[in-house]
């Protein structure tokens, strides 16, 4: 689990830096980012919970649901026009 956190937190990082730097357009670069950063809130889910540290795996669940709408909201008012 560790391993795949630790990718998909490079690729948060990876991704953020390329919308900044505008080496990538930021209609390409916000929603792969804020995708890695949901599955990373994810997975830090599911270590909580394997921890029985129910609170924070609900906390970090619900942030992460959070996050995907957000970016389907966005990414909708990107191709309809919203």
Do not use: H
């Not at 390329?18 to 949901?38: E, K, N």
């Amino acid at each position: 689990m560790k391993n795949l956190k630790l990718i998909f937190s490079a690729l948060t990082v990876a991704f953020a830096i390329l919308g900044l730097t505008r080496a990538l357009s930021t209609d390409i670069t916000m929603p792969i980012t804020f995708v890695c950063l949901a599955t990373t809130m994810f997975i830090t889910s599911k270590e909580y919970k394997d921890k029985q540290q129910k609170n924070s795996a609900n906390y970090f669940l619900l942030l992460g649901v959070f996050l995907l709408l957000v970016t389907l909201y966005n990414v909708a008012s990107i191709i309809w026009g919203i």
